[in-house]
């Protein structure tokens, strides 16, 4: 019972994650919204210092870097910037910068004010909390980024089905392995996902190209495996086994779990969740792709919006984190303190349909799982970077949907009984 409702659990752990706070020299606040950088901004001589991401974050810009030479596009403007000069170039017109940008180990650091209100920012200062306040809007047809967003949202509500094509590339790293398992891992995952909005039908189709792994002579290329989920329960495949089987997750609200599952792989609806609950939204550049114009919006989800996000929807759950062995909810709560996260996503959203036909998401999530002992067994210490890359695609708006027929699935305790998976380690 405790392995299937971790199962479940880290399922939604890969995709909701709580950050905590890094501690910064400067607060800093966008349209009157907390945002605490994943990097720390540095008060220099009077001058705030930003990493260069945070430009990106902030404004939706485009930026590259070409040895010492950063260039930044926002729409039509552009400023080009030198390391170690002050002197810049905006579209035609020089600038001398408050402070030249700087590499700070590994990371260019820019100064907030020049750079920002080059674009058309306003910036303000209030010494007694050393807090800088950006005020930033930009509109596409008259329509904010929520605006277009909301749009979008409606134009998504008009079809009943729809499927979602995911690329996804993991970078992995463990600073701190049990002997034997590979100190960094880099993974390719397609996710083949069909849904149904009424009544709720979730079905994922899961292809995962495995490294080779030194001294595992066995280990399958590829694992794929699939989930059902209606109302009367959870499904899948296991590799190896023919056929479906159901999970026994006893305690477990079936609904809220159908419809929490529905919002973690629904782009459109995960991103109305991040705006409800406080994430940084903009405007990106306009795109081309395959003749049709497209608009951008940008969210960045701070780690106030990772915490109210993910509190929220575990609040709908407790049985997937109650799982009545203290030493385990203690583990869990503290993979909750422990983890920081960096998350970016892009929609694209299509000009003459109003659909987002494109999504594009940048994360960079860290976690400490710490030992735990459950009856008898330890469980080893795991300390885990994860760089994800994945780009969505959208399609077969309002086409039929043949969904599969689990009537004959097995208990998953067939090939697992619950006593058998409690004395292995986690």
Do not use: C, H
Not at 43 to 59: C, Q, S
Not at 72 to 90: C, K, P, Q, R, Y
Not at 298 to 309: A, G, M, R, Y
Not at 349 to 378: R, W
């Amino acid at each position: 019972m405790l392995k299937k409702k971790l199962v479940a659990f880290f399922t939604f752990l890969f995709v909701f994650v709580v950050a905590s706070p890094a501690m910064a020299n400067v607060n800093f606040t966008i349209n009157d919204k907390p945002y605490v950088p994943s990097s720390t901004l540095q008060l220099a001589d009077g001058i705030t210092m930003v990493p260069l991401d945070m430009v990106d974050k902030v404004l939706g810009a485009d930026i590259t870097v070409d040895n010492d030479i950063i260039i930044i596009t926002e729409n039509s403007d552009t400023l080009t910037l030198t390391l170690g000069s002050n002197l810049a170039v905006f579209n035609d017109q020089q600038l001398t910068l408050s402070k030249a940008p700087e590499l700070v180990n590994g990371e260019i650091l820019v100064p907030l004010r020049s750079v920002y209100e080059a674009f058309g920012t306003s910036v303000g200062w209030q010494q007694e909390s050393k807090t800088v306040s950006v005020s930033y809007s930009e509109q596409r047809q008259g329509m904010t980024a929520d605006e277009l967003m909301l749009k979008s949202t409606e134009a998504m509500l008009e079809y009943n089905t729809y499927k979602v094509n995911t690329d996804m590339k993991l970078s992995m790293g463990i600073e701190s392995a049990p002997e034997g398992t590979p100190q960094s891992m880099d993974m390719n995952m397609v996710m083949d996902m069909a849904m149904q909005q009424e009544p709720v039908l979730i079905y994922v189709k899961t292809t995962v190209d495995m490294p080779p792994i030194e001294g595992v002579s066995d280990m399958p290329t590829a694992m794929i495996s699939e989930t059902f989920m209606n109302q009367d329960g959870m499904y899948m495949t296991v590799p190896g086994q023919e056929g479906w089987f159901k999970m026994d997750l006893q305690g477990l609200d079936i609904q809220a779990l159908m419809e929490a599952s529905a919002d973690a792989n629904d782009p459109i609806k995960s991103m109305e969740m991040m705006k409800d609950f406080g994430a940084i939204i903009n405007l990106g550049n306009d795109q081309n792709k395959e003749d049709q114009e497209y608009w951008v919006v940008n969210i960045t989800l701070t780690p106030d919006s990772f915490e109210k996000l993910f509190q929220s929807l575990m609040g709908q759950m407790p049985a997937m984190y109650d799982t009545g062995i203290p030493e385990a909810d203690a583990m869990i709560q503290t993979l909750f303190d422990n983890i920081q996260a960096d998350m970016t996503y892009a929609s694209w959203i299509n000009k003459s349909t109003m659909i987002t036909d494109y999504m594009d998401i940048a994360a960079q999530v860290d976690f400490n799982l710490p030992p735990v002992t459950i009856d008898g067994v330890t469980s080893n210490a795991i300390n885990m970077s994860i760089q994800v890359d994945a780009f969505f695609e959208m399609y077969d708006m309002g086409e039929p949907i043949t969904f599969p027929d689990v009537s004959d699935a097995a208990d998953i305790q067939n090939i697992m009984p619950i006593e058998e998976s409690l004395q292995q380690p986690l």
